[in-house]
């Protein structure tokens, strides 16, 4: 079984940093796109920011230019850095991965999700 778990999120001010990171375990055999979401309360989850294996990456409007994605692929781990944070980023970010595992299709994994509380 896959297992992808975050850790990085906290409490922080308006302006501050963190960086997220998403490990991956289990018999995998190659994992391919890697992302992050995010879900405030009441709110519907969204795609925060992707990385293909190759390093290929995407984020959303409101994340390009403070959000950077980046993965290790040696270690399974992909790494969110959030600078400039604003109290609209506040949600549980989660993690995400299409992972091809022995004697198994390609499927997609969720973390748990870890919490990102911005204050102003």
């Known amino acids: 079984q896959v297992q992808l778990v975050e850790s990085g999120g906290g409490l922080v001010q308006a302006g501050d940093s963190l960086r997220l990171s998403c490990v991956a375990t289990g018999s995998i055999t190659k994992i391919d796109t890697m992302a992050w979401y995010r879900q405030a309360p009441g709110k519907q989850r969204e795609l925060a920011a992707l990385?293909?294996?190759?390093?290929?990456?995407n984020y959303a409007d409101s994340m390009k230019g403070r959000f950077t994605i980046s993965r290790d692929n040696a270690k399974n781990t992909v790494y969110l850095r959030m600078n400039s944070l604003k109290p609209e980023d506040t949600a549980v970010y989660y993690c995400?991965?299409?992972?091809?595992?022995?004697?198994?299709?390609?499927?997609?994994?969720w973390g748990q999700g870890t919490q990102v509380t911005v204050s102003s």
């Open positions: 995400n991965a299409d992972v091809r595992t022995v004697g198994n299709f390609r499927d997609n994994y």
């Open positions: 990385i293909t294996y190759g390093g290929k990456t």
